[in-house]
């Protein structure tokens, strides 16, 4: 199967910057897309940073203290590194006063920043830190397999291992919470589906694998949507929490905040604490598909009034990657992959394929969504 002809016309939205790179965009008669619109009427709405949210995030903290009542910790906070989960971690600790376990999932990417922040952070707020290793073999050959099926989402095998691990953890120890990061104030905007399928689809992740692959996953931690969307939060009672969608949260006052208190180091962009997540949404997407997530990130600042037009076009004008940085980083990619830089480059320079070119549960992702929309369990667009 080919990817289909999505050639249009370009256009860029007047209010935020995503634009036709997003090949299922759409605009109303006065030039605002879709992902406007659907911030402005349903998520918006339905979100609550005052009184009501702060309420009900308190009801939520009692909930978690008593469930953890009598442990070494109440709930568990996956932590990248990055500005979401490390801020969530302050919060947690000192103004909820919670006992998180701060989880880390080590792939085998993470930058020497984001060990220096996690470390920061587990030693300033007398933390607890688990760390689980992805067997470095078949996260190689896994993520080798993504790179040679010429799919956008090269970055899945990461993702999907992080997941996968927390969930599995939570249920071995019978953790009813799982806190994360995620929120509507930097992300209200989702990365197009063509630019970032499912994560969680392992059904794509294994027919990737048996095409590509040489080695069998016999240890690497693998979920569905049926598992962690129905059978950890409805039958094991494990729910996945965002409680800085509860709170006020502008990511300069939270970055100002833990470099201020912690030492904390910033990163050039979202995302950048992994090296190969840097490598892939700096260069890979934007040269190889044209996706640019910056587009996402600043249209969602712009919407929640972090970041004007001007300056994310300003921003957009300028490459996300630097030339040297970029050299390096492609070197380190290639070598850590076991190939050369000249094998790297074929797969940069091979056909463009889709999700839609193999095995996955899309039909069954887009049921779940629409149904969890109509019961109001979800809010946002197209992912």
């Avoid at 490598?279 to 598909?289: A, I, Q, R």
Wanted: neutral net charge.
């Amino acid at each position: 199967m080919s990817i289909p002809n999505t050639a249009r016309p370009y256009q860029i939205c007047r209010n935020c910057v995503m634009d036709t790179s997003d090949a299922a965009i759409s605009f109303d008669d006065t030039g605002l897309c879709d992902h406007c619109r659907t911030f402005h009427t349903e998520i918006l709405p339905n979100w609550d940073t005052g009184e009501q949210g702060q309420a009900r995030l308190s009801t939520l903290v009692e909930k978690i203290k008593a469930a953890g009542e009598g442990r070494d910790f109440d709930c568990i906070l996956g932590v990248s590194g990055g500005i979401d989960s490390s801020y969530l971690a302050y919060v947690a600790k000192i103004q909820l006063k919670l006992r998180p376990l701060i989880f880390h999932v080590d792939a085998g990417w993470n930058s020497q920043e984001a060990v220096n922040n996690i470390e920061k952070l587990i030693d300033h707020l007398d933390l607890d830190l688990y760390t689980h290793v992805i067997d470095w073999e078949e996260m190689r050959d896994l993520q080798l397999a993504f790179f040679k099926a010429g799919v956008p989402h090269i970055d899945t095998p990461q993702d999907h291992a992080f997941f996968a691990t927390m969930y599995q953890f939570a249920l071995q120890h019978d953790v009813k919470y799982i806190l994360t990061g995620a929120n509507y104030s930097t992300e209200c905007i989702r990365n197009p589906l063509e630019w970032m399928y499912y994560q969680s689809d392992e059904t794509q992740l294994r027919d990737i694998h048996r095409r590509f692959g040489s080695r069998p996953l016999k240890t690497f931690p693998t979920t569905s949507i049926l598992r962690h969307k129905i059978y950890l939060p409805y039958v094991k009672g494990i729910k996945v929490v965002r409680p800085l969608n509860h709170l006020p949260y502008l990511k300069a006052d939270a970055i100002k905040l833990l470099t201020e208190q912690i030492g904390w180091q910033p990163y050039p962009q979202k995302h950048f604490e992994s090296r190969f997540t840097r490598f892939y949404e700096g260069y890979w997407l934007p040269t190889k598909f044209g996706y640019d997530t910056r587009r996402v990130q600043y249209s969602s600042l712009i919407l929640t009034g972090q970041m004007t037009r001007d300056e994310a076009l300003a921003a957009l004008a300028m490459p996300a990657h630097d030339p040297e940085t970029l050299t390096r980083d492609f070197e380190y990619v290639a070598t850590k992959l076991g190939i050369s830089p000249k094998e790297l480059t074929s797969y940069l320079e091979a056909p463009n394929k889709s999700y839609r070119d193999y095995k996955s549960q899309q039909p069954l992702y887009a049921l779940g969504a629409a149904a969890m929309r109509s019961f109001g369990l979800e809010l946002g667009g197209k992912r």
